[in-house]
């Protein structure tokens, strides 16, 4: 009986690692997947701006399999779709370098008339945390996306947070900017965002969301929505900007 017992241990036990091992490779995968689709976002809202009223729909895939030969992941803007009125174009594929030990990503773009290219790679350290690095070239001038996110893997959900910053091609560097992510695994649900203050370079700021209700497993096409907008006013401002317009407006009177 002890021996059954003790054999039962052992099976759950290898049970458990197997799906902590599993469970780790694929948030790993898919904070990966996250990191490039927050510095091209960046990319898009520093160098073209924000649109509140549009939200941009892609179709993505990764597949998480243990064998690093076949880790990988892509995502593609659906075709036909503007940003601020302009037809806007995006295609990024992901796959892991095992001579680097990291994940690397290229993608295609284009907005208007303008296109550019982007070579972008996360490497992932002790608890686990990553570095994350991308550059955009456009018109012959390169733009850096740079950040760091430290995820943490639970048993049923994995949590991320972040600082990101931009670099333009003059070599000012703005940021760092918070990040967070949210993966619950039972609710087949991810999102994230990144939110960027007012500064020179981004006059009303920058907040980008992502969402998508569906995990994908291998090979099977899921799909996410992205969303560029400006920096919500907090209603006290708004609130203290109109008492302040009627103060105004009294005191003329009055005069």
């Known amino acids: 009986m002890k021996r059954v017992r003790f054999v039962l241990i052992i099976l759950i036990g290898l049970l458990l690692s197997f799906r902590a091992t599993a ?99 996360v490497e992932w350290i002790g608890d686990p945390k990553g570095t994350v690095d991308t550059t955009v070239t456009l018109g012959g001038v390169d733009y850096k996306v740079t950040g760091e996110v430290e995820w943490e893997q639970g048993p049923i959900n994995a949590t991320s947070k972040g600082s990101y910053t931009f670099k333009a091609p003059g070599g000012q560097t703005y940021g760092p900017y918070k990040g967070t992510d949210q993966w619950k695994i039972l609710d087949q649900k991810w999102e994230h965002t990144v939110t960027v203050p007012k500064n020179p370079v981004t006059p009303d700021g920058i907040v980008t969301f992502f969402t998508a209700n569906i995990v994908p497993t291998p090979n099977e096409v899921a799909n996410f929505s992205m969303k560029i907008s400006a920096v919500p006013e907090p209603n006290t401002i708004v609130l203290f900007s109109l008492g302040l317009l009627s103060f105004v407006g009294v005191s003329r009177r009055k005069k």
């Open 23 to 121: 469970g780790t490779i694929s948030a790993e995968l898919m904070e990966a997947m996250m990191g490039a689709q927050s510095n091209e976002a960046l990319f898009i809202g520093h160098v073209f701006g924000v649109d509140n009223d549009t939200t941009l729909y892609f179709d993505y895939n990764f597949n998480p399999d243990s064998d690093p030969n076949t880790r990988s992941f892509s995502y593609l803007l659906r075709p036909g779709q503007s940003f601020l009125e302009i037809p806007i174009e995006l295609t990024v594929s992901g796959y892991f370098d095992e001579s680097l030990n990291r994940y690397e990503w290229d993608s295609i773009g284009s907005y208007g008339s303008q296109s550019w290219t982007s070579f972008g790679f």
